[in-house]
T-cell receptor
Framework: EAGVVQSPRYKIIEKKQPVAFWCNPISGHNTLYWYRQNLGQGPELLIRYENEEAVDDSQLPKDRFSAERLKGVDSTLKIQPAELGDSAVYLC?????????????FGPGTRLTVL | AQSVTQPDIHITVSEGASLELRCNYSYGATPYLFWYVQSPGQGLQLLLKYFSGDTLVQGIKGFEAEFKRSQSSFNLRKPSVHWSDAAEYFCAVGTGTASKLTFGTGTRLQVTL
């Protein structure tokens, strides 16, 4: 069974430039998560989708970050414009959804460097 | 709000030695507990999880963890470490639901030959 797929794996951009990350969850998983992992820290949730609906985006910096999950499958996370402090690993995870004991499975992440 | 503490930032063990990584949480009720491992440049791989029932949980790669309610702990153990176990280990807590996880800051494991 294929795992969570993310692209690109690495991205280097200048500050103030836009950037986008793509995630394809495990087939059949209805819930999709985007996390940010700063250096030396654990992942922190940015947004959670149940199918197409963003059910928890309280930690998403909405002035510069946006996300979408069209058709309830793939998702894109965008930053515009990027700032130096956005350098981090952006992780996508997915889970079956629908229960309190849902287990999250993570993709390899996208390492973003903002210069 | 819940919190997760991994007191050890970095641990070094010899190959073949036993391992225990500590995890303490702060939450009033019984949480959902997870251990994930992250190898360099990789995402997080689930090692094991605890939802309810037997407090000693077996996971992949020979790891186990024990939930101790009285100590608010969920320590990860392995009886004999292999060089390939070198990685970063994260404890995570879900409170009321596994859909909202709080992660610890991680423990980096180094294995010497």
């Amino acid at each position: 069974e294929a795992g969570v797929v993310q692209s690109p794996r690495y991205k280097i951009i200048e500050k103030k430039q836009p950037v986008a990350f793509w995630c394809n969850p495990i087939s059949g998983h209805n819930t999709l998560y985007w996390y940010r992992q700063n250096l030396g820290q654990g992942p922190e949730l940015l947004i959670r989708y149940e199918n197409e609906e963003a059910v928890d985006d309280s930690q998403l910096p909405k002035d510069r970050f946006s996300a979408e999950r069209l058709k309830g499958v793939d998702s894109t996370l965008k930053i515009q414009p990027a700032e130096l402090g956005d350098s981090a690993v952006y992780l996508c995870a997915s889970s079956l959804g629908g229960g309190t004991t849902d287990t999250q499975y993570f993709g390899p992440g996208t390492r973003l460097t903002v210069l | 709000a819940q919190s997760v503490t991994q007191p050890d930032i970095h641990i070094t063990v010899s190959e073949g030695a036993s391992l225990e990584l500590r995890c303490n949480y702060s939450y009033g009720a019984t949480p959902y507990l997870f251990w994930y491992v992250q190898s360099p440049g990789q995402g997080l791989q689930l090692l094991l999880k605890y939802f309810s029932g037997d407090t000693l949980v077996q996971g992949i790669k020979g790891f186990e963890a024990e939930f101790k309610r009285s100590q608010s702990s969920f320590n990860l153990r392995k009886p004999s470490v292999h060089w390939s176990d070198a990685a970063e280990y994260f404890c995570a807590v879900g409170t009321g639901t596994a859909s909202k996880l709080t992660f610890g800051t991680g423990t980096r494991l180094q294995v010497t030959l």
